[in-house]
């Protein structure tokens, strides 16, 4: 925890005054008055319920155009799913189910969705070979064969992620399981279990957004705080521990994350929970990154904060609601990956080629395979950036992170993983294994999560062949 916020005191109102007058890096004021109670009720994406046919659970996204009030009564161009003001429903998925998902563009030119963090196979995993023309509808359908964790769901299209993305169209996947370990934690979806899905924006004077891809060093940060597309956003919620779904849905910005007047565990990263819960009192969060933490609002409630924004959400506390479990010492077995299990290694240097960004010297390009990958090896690959920040992130499977800049991570950080931040001059080294699925002709992408330096070319194609 920051100096700054270790001054607040334990008053719930007022809870950002340390921090007045830090605004975004943009140089815009601070999004969330400090000194008064939160003024708008955080909206909850709605729950979509699956159609069971044979076995199946069907779901129906269609992305297309709409508009939203983030607060001020005007109402700005924005795009969704399924005709929400903005973001798309939350799918909740269980592990071993087969799922299908219908996805119908409404929009008037190409998109794609793509399921972060989703462990299926390539030709589902929605990247920027599934084109989903305007009018026409695309069909991912899979089985899932992951752990209970937080994903997401984007369009992916080449050149035009960022837009997308910050116009509003994402939303929350779920994934449940019948791990015994956690079957007493918050799980009552937008009460004690809620999505905090965090994005900066810019307006115009008029209201409407401001979109900018901005290709230097940190990618373009804007000036304003949307939380679930809500400005200055309060919930109401049990007086115990309560469960946020935290995901990074910016075009760049990295947040770092703090708790006042409660405490702060984190006890899932990317890819599900972790080996057991880790108090903590700052969380970095970068673009595409998602973390679950259990707060304890049982002392009047509690406020998450950021260090460039201040309030990012104020929990009140009704006492007459039911309260969940705090989490048990032990959530899930990881069982680490060790350098005698590697049977191959790749090194990805990040960094400026040719006006943009690109990896390994090579700004991306879709009729080339950058990697082929044998199924069934466990790969370590060696990400190094020269300049800039950058989120790396993997499609397809969820890695170790083995060292930070030869360094172990910290337990907060040793779990399952699909983004890591990896900033100027830093060397990151993951482990991943590639045993579920191959396809010789459909890429997985990897890429940088900073949506600016993805779309001026920092992706590359891997592909997994065999067995
Ligand atoms: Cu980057």
Known sequence: ??????????????????????????????????????????????????????????????????????????????????????????LRWNT??????????????????????ADVPAEDDGGPHSRIEAGQTWTADFRVIQPAATLWYHPHL???????????????????????????????YGVDDIPVILQDREFT???????????DDNGDLNPELTVNGTMDAYTTVPAGPVRLRLLNGSQARVYELSVDNGSMVKIASDGGYLAGPVPLETLTLAPGDRAEIIVDTSDGGAVLLDEAFGRVLELRPDPTLPTAEHPPAQLATIDPITPDMIDRDRTFQLGEVGGGWGINGQQMDMSRIDETVDFDDIERWTVNVGEGVHSFHIHQTQFQILEVDGEPPPPEDAGWEDTVLVTDDQQVVVAARFNTYANPDVPYMFHCHILDHEDTGMMGQFRVVGP
Request: proline share 6%.
């Open 1 to 90: 925890m920051s100096a700054a916020v270790l001054l607040l005191g334990s008053a719930l109102l007022g809870a950002a005054c340390g921090i007045a007058g830090i605004g975004g890096d943009d140089g815009g004021a601070l999004a969330n008055p400090p000194d008064t109670p939160a003024t708008t009720r955080l909206l909850i994406p709605e729950l979509l319920e699956p159609t069971m046919i044979d076995g199946v659970a069907r779901y129906h996204l269609t992305i297309g155009e709409s508009s939203h009030d983030f607060g001020d009564g005007r109402r700005a161009d924005t795009r969704s799913y399924n005709d929400a003001s903005i973001l798309g429903p939350t």
């Open 96 to 117: 071993d189910d087969f799922v299908a998902i219908d996805v119908t563009n409404n929009l008037p030119e190409t998109t794609t969705t793509h399921w972060h963090g």
């Open 158 to 188: 080449m050149g035009t992620t960022a837009e997308e993305v910050f116009a509003g169209a994402a939303g929350l996947i779920i994934v449940d399981d019948d791990n015994p370990a956690t079957t007493d934690l918050p799980s009552t």
């Open 205 to 215: 004077p008029d209201g409407q957004l401001a979109f900018e891809l901005d290709d």
